[in-house]
């Protein structure tokens, strides 16, 4: 029952994402993640701490895909819990809009580091992102938890 | 354990649709909301009731998806529950395929309102759906439930 | 409660598929599948029995694919239990990576009959995999399990 509990949880936390980036909501992706959490992005950014993770929505970059018109779509999360703490892996999309229709911009691997919380409640430690380009580091991200 | 079922009960619910847009059910998706339900798609229509619903898949546009190859895949929902109610949102991708191979045809955001009947079952009371071009109103659809 | 066990199981054993196949690990597809399970990819194989299956992410085909960057996306799965069987229904879609950026490769439907062994454990009897791309054949595979 616990283990249902917690999978949930970290399915539901890890779904609020895509809504919150399109959004541009950069203090609620910050919530995601523990206060000294961080988000790695392959070639991008590693973003330290919630300031910093809701700082990149403010960034020139992530405030033309929304003027475009943007959606941050996930996969289903493989999830592996290991008492307080937690790993999921999965796809991330990222679609933008453009002259010619949308196109399939970022498509990425995710590796996420999860932490139950003394309350109860999971949050993130840890998301790497990188492109899915034949890149080995990327498909790395991908591997089960060990 | 309630909360569980509910969220499970939703998650199958809203995964139905897919498969039953690309088999061209309309009354398979209709059923999917209550007889007075209804469902928005910005700027093509606002049908109200089951029969209006269903009648969705019998127009020329929706026909000349099935013909030419179409997958409604939808991402994974974030559910707030409130009692009898509850609030899903995500993303829904059209693919189309074409001359060119597979496109990305549609790409928007959805809000979903459920209720909880009497006889426990979950149902679809309003779904709206906009393309994420860039538009201000599609965004507010994936806004965190009040 | 066991109920949401076994759709719980099911999910996850699902959503083990696409990385697995984007890292290339063919001992680790094969394994989601029970020891004389089969996968069929409509026009292109029918692998019956772990080893064929493993053998799959070995062709020519798979190893192009991961060596341009590849996902392996799947989408939510509507779930039907039946005591000790079950059957899945869902998109996955194949972004691969080009000179032009990513492209979604192939989009097709997929059924999933899936069975409980005695440890529990759920593990797939038989994966049918077919283009979406105007077929009625495919088309087929998304309809509800009766």
Redesign the interface.
């Known amino acids: 029952?616990r283990r249902?509990?917690d999978?949930?949880a970290i399915?539901?936390l890890?779904?609020?994402y895509?809504?919150l980036a399109?959004?541009?909501d950069g203090v609620?992706v910050a919530a995601l993640f523990v206060p000294d959490g961080s988000y790695g992005i392959a070639g991008f950014a590693d973003a330290n701490g919630r300031r910093a993770i809701a700082a990149l929505l403010d960034t020139p970059t992530h405030q033309a895909l929304?003027?475009?018109?943007?959606?941050h779509?996930?996969?289903?999360?493989?999830?592996t819990l290991d008492g307080e703490r937690a790993t999921a892996?999965?796809?991330s999309?990222v679609?933008r809009?453009g002259a010619d229709?949308?196109?399939?911009?970022?498509?990425?691997?995710n590796r996420w580091t999860l932490a139950r919380a003394s309350n109860e409640e999971w949050l993130v430690v840890r998301r790497e992102n990188a492109?899915?380009?034949?890149?080995a580091a990327?498909?790395?991200l991908?591997?089960?938890a060990t």
Chains 1, 2, 3 share one sequence.
């Open positions: 029952m249902l509990e999978r949930e399915r539901e890890i779904a609020r895509g809504p399109d959004t541009g609620g929304m003027e475009d018109g943007c959606a779509l996930l996969g289903p999360v493989t999830i892996t999965g796809h999309i679609f809009h229709g949308f196109t399939a911009y970022r498509v990425s691997a492109l899915l380009d034949g890149n990327a498909r790395l991908l591997q089960p």
